[in-house]
């Protein structure tokens, strides 16, 4: 049998290797290496006017941006979130001592259900987290009203949402903050790195102490933090990406249109659909497989890639309410469409370089299991 390639569910955009050596190269003279150098400075003004913001805060990771936006905005008690997500959106709720509430999600998109936020509210409700899963837009506005009727804050997990555009606004300008993560397997990513968008001039500069031990100055220590400081190298692989960023955004569309002429409409096959007024960024393709319509399960079309070297994985799933961690722990949630939808979800390979014969191999793969259109 022929060698077939691995083909593995994102792939790491690199720049040009001339391109990062050069950008580095002035660090031996310098040698000011991490602690808010040059690069660090001016990756966050370079990504507020991309990501038309007012602030961007770097942080080493996108987690601990998270983690310390919720302590900076000094969340308490419950917090409303769903459970279809990464399990650092949990992470970052629970380890900053408060309680996830879980709600269930919107069948269309994957983002949280706005109809069923308000029945969860309770008096011990100070925000709700929603997460931009594989990009999709949250309902921005409803739940901006439902906020501001009951006094909540919204941080948004942007991590998947990076360069995504809302009636030409960035998507980092809603709620009270957005976490942005640039893992290397993110649309940009900075090796690893985060990021915090918000117009509150308060917050940004809580979040420069918070990151660096609570330091103020010399002397003066006034906030409780870790260390979650993005380094000059990882400043500049952002640089880097960034200029590359228009590129990568086109030849991932160019990827997303193939997987849809060839999967859309397959009886059993559920894929998301545009959203009106939203300049999407093609970060992921998620396939939701009926089995009852499809004839297979998603279990069976990701054993069937496998078996050709091609690595989907089922983003998300187990929900993070059903992690071991997590089980009984907070009150059972009623999230149906969660469940039904992390049973069946399948995240297609996905990335830049990714071939068209490749995305014809996968597709291929795919139809051959199906009972015909
Ligand atoms: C990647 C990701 C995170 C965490 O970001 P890191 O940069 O890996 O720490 C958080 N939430 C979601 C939804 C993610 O996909």
Redesign the pocket.
Known sequence: MKEEKTILVARSSMPPFEEYVEKIRPLWDSVWLTNMGENHEALSRELATFLKVPYVSLFT????A?ELCIQALGLQGEVITTPF??V??TQAIVRNGLTPVFCDIDPKNYTIDVNRIEDLITEKTSAIIP?HVYGNLCDVDSIEEIAKKHHLKVIY?A??AFGVTYRGKGVGSFGDAS?F???AT?VFHTI???AVTTDNEELVSLLYRMRDFGIKDEEIVDTIGPNAKMNEFQAVMGRCNLVHFPEEIEKRAVVWKRYRERLSGVRGLILCEPQKDVEQNYAYFPIVVNEKQFGHTRDEIKDVLAMHQIFARKYFYPLTSQMECYKGRFADADVKVAAWTAERVLTLPMSAVLEISDVDRICDLILSLSDGK
């Open positions: 990771n996108g987690h601990l998270l997500t990464f650092s959106t997460v997990d991590a998947h976490m993560s640039f893992h993110k690893e790195g985060g």
